[in-house]
């Protein structure tokens, strides 16, 4: 059975800094439709097997069951609900930032 996927509104949101920061930060417009089509993509296939990809190693968050998979520099932060069939996409962001103090800023369920 195929999973449905929902996106947090800030999910959303990241989605969008992101394209507008390499769009109109560094100038690249063709980078930011590729980079956006890629997450995209990568969020897609997650209705398919998401538990492939591997817990985080951290507390809380391992056990709350937030997953991760990477996209280039970007790193898609999701949990994976399997009695409703639902991928929860909770953050996008850069590999290179704080990843734990942003998802301790995050509202987690």
Not at 19 to 25: P, R
Request: glycine share 2%; net charge neutral; proline share 4%.
């Amino acid at each position: 059975m195929s999973y449905h996927i929902e996106l947090t509104n800030q999910a959303k949101n990241d989605l969008d800094e992101i394209y507008s920061y390499i769009a109109l930060t560094l100038l690249s417009p063709d980078v930011a439709a590729n980079m956006y089509h890629s997450i995209i993509d990568c969020i897609r296939s997650l209705d398919s097997m998401p538990l492939r990809n591997a817990l985080m190693d951290d507390e809380p968050w391992k056990s709350r069951g937030l997953r991760r998979c990477f996209v280039k520099n970007y790193t898609i932060f999701y949990l994976v609900d399997e009695r409703n069939y639902i991928v929860r996409i909770i953050r996008i962001m850069y590999s290179g930032r704080d990843v734990r103090y942003q998802l301790s800023e995050s509202n987690l369920p």
